[in-house]
């Protein structure tokens, strides 16, 4: 089965800043989790898309939902 990507401006956006940011590869991961929570995406999906233990991706969030994307990045 053939599945489209549709990617959306704001991620390219995202991915531009963390190029020029020189995000390291651990905070990619978080911010891209991070755009995934926004989106409403489950924490276990998330952990399945990044590659991470679950709980991981529960204690991103609550970095996310206390400080913003921004608290991700550090």
């Known amino acids: ?3 489209s990507c549709v990617v959306s401006p704001v991620a390219i956006l995202e991915n531009a800043v963390m ?3 020189g995000l390291s590869e ?3 991961k978080r911010v891209k989790a991070g755009r995934l929570l926004l989106a409403g995406k489950g924490c276990a ?3 399945l898309a990044v590659g991470v233990a679950r709980q991981t991706v529960y204690t991103w969030k609550k970095l ?3 400080g913003g994307i921004d608290a991700l990045r550090e």
Request: charged content about 55%; cysteine-free; overall charge positive.
């Open 19 to 21: 190029a020029k940011r």
């Open 45 to 47: 999906e998330v952990a």
């Open 1 to 3: 089965m053939r599945r």
């Open 64 to 66: 996310l939902d206390e």
């Open 26 to 28: 651990a905070a990619k």
